[in-house]
């Protein structure tokens, strides 16, 4: 190839490239469109995991609608309060007080405390399990399978199989609601973190079929709910429910519980 | 007729027969790693669809009337193809972004974070590629070209619908993860190699 043909090649692909920028950097000017400053800020403050917890299309979704004004600065369950401060530092607005969450599981019912109806061997996944008969092998059709699905589910290892049910790493957990979701027998819920009195089931049945298939169900006597003085315990279709907003875990509750499954 | 007739033949080959994906083992990173739900790689397939379609029609323009034009230097200009081609599929794609998100945000969030990820994609440039290979003209290029990518879309949406269900299979756990995903690709392009007779 002579040296013409080299400086040819070379004023081809230059031009082209030249041409290339030329073009993008006017059309950039041309097409450009106004995005919010603040958009960026939120991003940069937010925890980049993208999970999906505070229901956006990952960590820029939510920024983009927070800057929208779409979403509350206290958006992220990830971040909590911290971050939400921090991104009302941005969008010059008072964040109030959020709350630290954590996901709590409504069942005790270990190997040893809840019988199973019969054995599975079908594939290991809560979801697969409860479709089989009687909504899968444990005999209380309310409790927890223990097949793991919130395992997989948590982004964070924050919840594991403890002797046969899912048991909540209180400190590792982010409260993203990853597992609510994805838990067939909608077990999980999320309490507040500093909440110390919990009950530890989830089983509508009345009290003489629930002992038959677990030691440690709410047999729905009303024993806590006549006792808690803030009124905070209701129990409905035979199950104790505890509301965060008036419990005052003084632990009355829990005492006298016949069942022990209030725990304090 | 006889026109239509070979254009068909041509889409149909380059979609099932000589699929981009499985046969001629191009676009891989996508097919590999977008396929985890059905929902993005429809929407991967999407993108390459609409990138390959555009893609083809301009790198055709641009062999015609500067690479391939006997004018210029008696049509000596082919072996820069490759180059010439990659800057412009990249200032293609860069354009298009930009243009959509402007004109067509509906598009723009749809397609969304796919969009750049093609930029260089080696499935675009292989299609721009081969229809120079060819000889093909302008129109026949475009229709190679959006059928390779209908036949990416395809692959990696039934890619997708597998490895979904592989989830919840109870995998050796040296086999989890890409070796499991691999194996079903092999397994996938032994199928389609059933197309070979068509054409």
Not at chain 1, 101 to 113: P, R
Not at chain 2, 79 to 90: G, H, K, Q, S, W
Request: include cysteine; charged fraction near 15%.
């Amino acid at each position: 190839m002579s040296i013409t043909g080299i400086i040819i090649a070379a004023v081809v692909v230059g031009g082209t490239g030249l041409f290339i920028g030329v073009f993008l950097g006017i059309s950039g000017k041309k097409f450009a469109i106004e995005t919010d400053e603040r958009e960026e800020a939120i991003l940069g403050v937010l925890p980049g995991n993208n999970c999906g917890g505070c229901g956006y299309a990952g960590c820029s979704g939510l920024a983009a609608a927070i800057a929208a004004g779409e979403a509350e600065v206290g958006s992220c369950p990830v971040g909590g309060a911290p971050v939400a401060e921090r991104i009302g530092k941005i969008m010059g607005i008072d964040a109030g007080k959020q709350e630290r969450k954590v996901a709590f599981v409504k069942c005790g019912g270990t190997c040893e405390k809840a019988k199973n109806e019969y054995q599975y061997f079908g594939i290991t996944d809560c979801i697969m399990a409860s479709q089989m008969q009687d909504g899968g092998s444990k005999g209380c059709a309310y409790g927890c399978l223990g097949y793991g699905s919130c395992v997989k589910a948590c982004p964070f290892d924050a919840i594991h199989i403890v002797d046969g049910i899912a048991v909540v790493d209180k400190e590792a957990c982010k409260s993203c609601g990853k597992c609510v979701e994805v838990c067939p027998k909608h077990l999980i819920e999320l309490i507040p973190y500093k909440q110390q009195t919990f009950v530890q089931c989830n089983s509508n049945e009345k009290g003489k079929a629930l002992m038959s298939v677990c030691e440690v169900g709410c047999i729905g006597c009303r024993l806590c709910e006549k006792n808690c003085e803030a009124g905070a315990v209701t129990v409905n279709n035979f199950l104790a429910h505890i509301d965060a907003d008036k419990c005052t875990n003084c632990g009355v509750c829990a005492e006298k519980c016949p069942r022990k499954i209030i725990r304090g | 007729m006889g026109e239509i007739q070979n254009l068909l033949l041509i889409a149909v080959g380059s979609a099932f027969v000589n699929n981009v994906v499985l046969s001629q083992f191009l676009g891989i990173c996508p097919f590999l790693g977008v396929s985890k739900n059905v929902k993005t790689a429809a929407g991967m397939g999407g993108a390459v669809v609409f990138v390959i379609t555009i893609a083809s029609f301009v790198t055709g323009l641009i062999y015609k009337f500067i690479l391939g034009n006997p004018n210029i230097m008696g049509g000596e200009l082919e072996y820069l193809n490759t180059i010439v081609f990659i800057l412009v599929i990249a200032a293609l794609v860069q354009f298009v972004e930009m243009f959509l998100k402007k004109a067509i945000p509906s598009l723009y969030n749809a397609l969304g974070v796919y969009l750049p990820l093609i930029t260089t994609n080696c499935a675009v440039l292989g299609v721009a590629l081969t229809n120079v290979q060819e000889g093909y003209g302008l129109l026949t290029g475009v229709v190679n070209g959006f059928a390779t990518a209908a036949g990416f879309l395809v692959s990696i949406v039934l890619m997708a619908g597998i490895r979904e269900k592989i989830e919840y299979n109870d995998i050796t756990e040296s086999f989890q993860g890409t070796p499991i995903v691999l194996v079903t690709a092999g397994l996938m392009a032994i199928a389609f190699f059933g197309f070979s007779g068509l054409i």
